[in-house]
C-alpha cells in the first residue's frame, strides 16, 4: 500500500512570489509514479506535473518544477512567478502497477491563497 | 471540449432512493476511473476499467455500489439504497496508459 501526506493544510503566497508545497510518500514499490494535481473552489482537478520514479531529473512544467528526493521520499512541488490563478488545493498523488490500475493515491491536500 | 464529461453535475436525494451517475471518458482513453471525495480530503479509489472489464475494486466499494463500462466506452455508477454517509463528490478520471489520469467535474451528491 501507498500513503502519501502533505503536511501543510494551507499555504500562502504573495502574487509573483515563489512557494513551496512539500508531499512525503511511502511505498514500497520500485516502479512509481507522483502526481501533483491542482483543484480550483468549484473546478475539476487538473493535472500539473507528474514524475516517473525512475528519472533522477526534476520534472519541470512552465512555472511549476519539483524537487523529487527518493531516497528522502519527498516530492515538493514549486510554483515561481505565483498568480491569483494559481490559488486552489493542491493535491500530491502517487501511482505504482500494483494490479495494473495505477489507480491514485492522494494526499489531504494543501490549500494555496495567492495575496495580491 | 473533448475532455472527460459527467452528469448529472449534482444529485439531490433521499435517503434510500438509487442514484445512477454516468461518465464519458476522453475517446481514445481505454482506462477508466472512478473515485469518491469528501469534504477536506483527497479522493479514494473506488474502482477501475480497462475497456469494458472492471479490472479492481476498493473495499470503498460495498455491496449497495455497482459500475459498468459497456462496450468499453461510457460508464455508470449506481448507489442502492442510499445513505447519508454516500454523501460525496464522485469523480471519474481517465487515461491512456500509465503516466496521469484526467479528471472529470465531478458529480455531488447530497443524500437527506
Known amino acids: 500500500a501507498q500513503t502519501v501526506t502533505q503536511s501543510q493544510p494551507e499555504m500562502s503566497v504573495q502574487e509573483a512570489e515563489t512557494v513551496t508545497l512539500s508531499c512525503t510518500y511511502d511505498?514500497?514499490?520500485?516502479?512509481?509514479?507522483l502526481f501533483w494535481y491542482k483543484q480550483p473552489p468549484s473546478r475539476q482537478m487538473i493535472l500539473v506535473i507528474r514524475q516517473e520514479a525512475y528519472k533522477q531529473q526534476n520534472a519541470t512544467e512552465n512555472r511549476f518544477s519539483v524537487n523529487f528526493q527518493k531516497a528522502a521520499k519527498s516530492f515538493s512541488l514549486k510554483i515561481s512567478d505565483s498568480q491569483l490563478g494559481d490559488a486552489a488545493m493542491y493535491f500530491c498523488a502517487s501511482s505504482y502497477s500494483g494490479a495494473g490500475s495505477y489507480q491514485l493515491t492522494f494526499g489531504k491536500g494543501t490549500k494555496l491563497s495567492v495575496i495580491p | 471540449d473533448t475532455g472527460v464529461s459527467q452528469d448529472p453535475r449534482h444529485k439531490i436525494t433521499k435517503r434510500g432512493q438509487n442514484v445512477t451517475f454516468r461518465c464519458d471518458p476522453i475517446s481514445e482513453h481505454n482506462r477508466l476511473y472512478w473515485y469518491r471525495q469528501t469534504l477536506g480530503q483527497g479522493p479514494e479509489f473506488l474502482t477501475y476499467?480497462?475497456?469494458?472489464?472492471?479490472?479492481?475494486k476498493s473495499r470503498l466499494l460495498s455491496d449497495r455500489f455497482s459500475a459498468e463500462r459497456p462496450k468499453g466506452s461510457f460508464s455508470t455508477l449506481e448507489i442502492q439504497r442510499t445513505e447519508q454517509g454516500d454523501s460525496a463528490m464522485y469523480l471519474c478520471a481517465s487515461s491512456p496508459g500509465t503516466f496521469g489520469q484526467y479528471f472529470g467535474p465531478g458529480t455531488r451528491l447530497t443524500v437527506t
Open positions: 476499467f480497462q475497456n469494458e472489464a472492471q479490472l479492481e
Open positions: 511505498t514500497s514499490e520500485s516502479d512509481y509514479y
